[in-house]
């Protein structure tokens, strides 16, 4: 990074602050992050019979009477030092959904428990990685398709080969059906789960009241975008009993029982929604390619390990549709932005076909041009059903208890005060470079630590 003067001066002048010590102190609580939000304000704690002031803390006295907190934010190119916050909250988040813990039973791990990946189908033929010399989509005919462009590819494609992703011809790719696809994932992951009811119903001559009776389904899943820029659904799912984690489902609820139900329940899913012109409709399904994994505890030889799978999920988490090279990591305002956007023709596409749709009322609904940015999907990047596991917010409030455990608010017997406001946010440049020193120490010390440690858990 090349430094500007006006950064140096900036360096010069927070150190020569006399507060300078205890901004650092507040930088070094965030992590370092990037983009902290401040705070002005105030917590005061009485103790509830007496009335006497256990504890004051103001922010008047702090360096710019202000205090600084985490942004929070999940990407990596965002605030790196958040993004890897979260991902560790989401390390935990899935795992205790795996192996019991932050408020689950251990009993889970004796449950079926599947690491499911469901695709989009074919919107056409793109280009793809190949290994040991073979070619990309050989054909012997040599045709051509209406277009004029070649029907096969007898190239050779590493995996960062630029064209990998890019479609043959861009004429044949079905982009009004690829974003469509996008915006009724949601639908589809909803029919997709209805559908293992009910197929687990059939699958054991019960009825589907019954069945409910019998077994909840519980499950975490991430989005990931492929090379192809159409989305990826990473889903860990659990059987429970009727009552959730802590119950026991039916004895016929094995994991090769469950797979089965996934394979065919996936495979029946078939939605509609109106084309483009509404003359007609589109029929979304998943793509063939379905794969389905037991965790580790079962008799299969290709079980994964549940830490594993826990730091695959929380991998993807601080990735956003921008890194992975599909779309932006903002809204787009107009076909100007879209047209300009630093992304692959294939992406500027779909983009493009997303902002094209959502101008058609019979549309609407998916606000496509909202989402032009991330090629129509809206689903967040991992969503979870309520049973599976703990939360965020609990996580980052045994977190935030963990700190304050000497400290005198949230006492029996004391009452606690505060008053906050938003006052700003971000870095000067020059404290952006000292933040982002301390978080690259961080890092380090946290690197070492983990070299260091017998276990070499993924755990923060
Ligand atoms: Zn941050
Ligand atoms: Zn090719
Ligand atoms: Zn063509």
Not at 382 to 405: F, N, P
Request: with cysteine; charged share 25%; aromatic share 6%.
């Amino acid at each position: 990074m090349r430094r500007l003067p006006e950064t140096d001066r900036d360096v010069i002048r927070l150190a020569d602050d006399p507060l300078y010590r205890r901004w650092l102190d507040q930088v070094t609580a965030t992590g370092g992050c990037a983009h902290p939000v401040h705070l002005a304000g105030s917590t005061t704690t009485y103790d509830h019979a007496t009335g006497e002031v256990l504890s004051h803390y103001a922010t008047r006295d702090e360096p710019g009477e202000r205090l600084l907190v985490r942004c929070r934010n999940r990407r990596a190119s965002v605030c790196a030092p958040c993004s890897r916050l979260h991902a560790g909250d989401t390390f935990h988040l899935v795992r205790a959904g795996l192996v019991g813990g932050k408020g689950l039973p251990s009993e889970v791990r004796g449950h079926p428990r599947l690491f499911v990946t469901l695709t989009a189908p074919s919107f056409g033929p793109v280009h793809r990685p190949t290994t040991d010399g073979a070619r990309c989509r050989p054909r012997r005919s040599g045709r051509l398709c209406e277009h004029d462009r070649p029907e096969g590819c007898g190239a050779v494609h590493s995996g960062d080969d630029a064209l990998v992703g890019q479609p043959l011809c861009a004429g044949c790719y079905d982009y009004p059906a690829h974003v469509l696809w996008h915006a009724n994932a949601g639908r589809l992951w909803k029919a997709f789960t209805d559908n293992l009811y009910h197929h687990l119903a059939a699958h054991t001559g019960q009825t589907r009241t019954g069945l409910r009776r019998a077994v909840r389904v519980s499950y975490a899943k991430v989005a990931e975008y492929q090379k192809r820029s159409a989305v990826h659904v990473h889903a860990v799912v659990r059987l429970d009993g009727a009552n959730g984690p802590g119950d026991a489902p039916a004895d016929w609820a094995t994991a090769e029982t469950l797979a089965a139900c996934v394979r065919s329940a996936a495979a029946a899913v078939r939605l509609r929604t109106p084309d483009e012109r509404a003359l007609g409709e589109y029929e979304l399904r998943w793509g063939d390619q379905l794969d389905v994994r037991q965790l580790h505890g079962f008799s299969d030889p290709d079980a994964l390990r549940d830490d594993a799978v826990a730091a695959y999920v929380a991998k993807y988490i601080t990735k956003g549709a921008a890194e992975t090279g599909a779309g932006l990591d903002h809204r787009v305002s107009s076909r100007q932005e879209i047209a300009l956007a630093p992304v692959t023709p294939h992406v500027r596409t779909l983009m493009a076909t997303c902002w094209r749709l959502g101008g058609l009322p019979h549309l609407g609904t998916l606000r496509l041009r909202a989402w032009a940015h991330t090629l129509g999907y809206r689903g967040h990047i991992l969503t979870k059903s309520r049973a599976y596991s703990t939360t965020y917010a609990a996580l980052r409030e045994e977190r935030a208890q963990h700190r304050q455990s000497d400290d005198t608010t949230n006492q029996p017997g004391t009452i606690t005060e505060s008053t906050w406001r938003y006052v700003g946010s971000g870095h000067s440049p020059g404290a952006a470079l000292i933040a982002a020193g301390i978080a690259e120490d961080l890092a380090r010390n946290r690197e070492i630590a983990r070299a260091t440690s017998a276990s070499g858990r993924l755990d923060e």
